[in-house]
């Protein structure tokens, strides 16, 4: 697997942008998985996750992953950028077609992906940076071969972060008025566990996926796999009124 990271400050005075790139083995068999108590959501989050064998606008693609062959616990941290649609309803069963992948869980490898768009300062992507895939890897579900249950516990982990955060900010610098940090971040995040891929973002940094249709020909079409969380969007402006925000 090759992963390149491209970042360019251009005539900004701040950077606030992240990056963080990870490939660690998954537990093995013989291991327990991480517990993690379940975290609460007041719905205030327009976090979301997806499986990309599940996206409509995939469902005539071939797309082939190819498998993590990075040296056990190898992590790679870098300084730049990254985010969630969940489409499977909350406590529906998992889809038929989720079937267990047919590579071993023993010692396979797992990536995590990840572009943070710091904004009001850089402690919130940093902390997202840092704090992140802690929190959704420990959370029940996660190593499940289940793509609804794998999708629950990422949305959990980004809440659980986000709390996380909250508690953080009476540490931050504050605004030159005296006033609590603004620091914030979006956060787009892809998840590579055997044959699936898994997309995760809050925000505007949008995640695109390349797809080959034939070998023989070397154009990649562009997949659009997240819609940003913009007030423009009727959804995303009903969410935010529904909630008493403007």
Same mark, same amino acid.
Not at 30 to 42: F, N, R, Y
């Given at each position: 697997?090759?992963?390149?990271?491209?970042?360019?400050? =251009? =005539?900004?005075?701040?950077?606030?942008?992240?990056?963080?790139?990870?490939?660690?083995?998954?537990?093995g068999e013989?291991?327990?998985?991480?517990?993690?108590?379940?975290?609460?959501?007041?719905g205030a989050l327009p976090v979301s996750s997806l499986a990309v064998d599940s996206y409509p606008d995939l469902k005539d693609e071939t797309t082939e992953i190819v498998q993590l062959t990075e040296p056990p616990s190898k992590r790679v941290r870098t300084e730049d950028r990254i985010l969630l649609e969940e489409t499977f309803s909350p406590g529906s069963v998992c889809p038929t077609e989720d079937q267990p992948s047919t590579s071993s869980r023993s010692r396979r490898s797992v990536g995590f992906f990840a572009v943070f768009d710091g904004h009001g300062g850089s402690e919130a992507a940093q902390f997202a940076r840092d704090c992140l895939w802690e929190y959704i890897k420990k959370q029940r579900g996660f190593w499940s071969d289940c793509d609804r249950e794998v999708c629950a516990a990422i949305r959990k982990g980004f809440v659980a972060c986000h709390q996380a955060m909250w508690k953080k900010l009476p540490e931050w610098p504050k605004t030159l008025t005296g006033l609590p940090s603004t620091s914030g971040t979006t956060a787009s995040v892809v998840v590579l566990r055997g044959n699936r891929m898994y997309v995760a973002h809050v925000g505007d940094s949008a995640i695109v996926l390349g797809v080959q249709d034939d070998p023989s020909v070397p154009f990649i079409k562009a997949v659009e796999v997240t819609q940003d969380h913009k007030p423009e969007l009727p959804k995303e402006r009903e969410r935010i009124e529904s909630l008493g925000g403007r």
């Open positions: 697997m090759r992963v390149s990271v491209f970042t360019d400050q =251009g =005539g900004r005075k701040y950077m606030e942008d992240v990056t963080e790139v990870i490939v660690e083995p998954e537990p013989d291991e327990p998985t991480p517990d993690d108590q379940e975290a609460s959501h007041g």
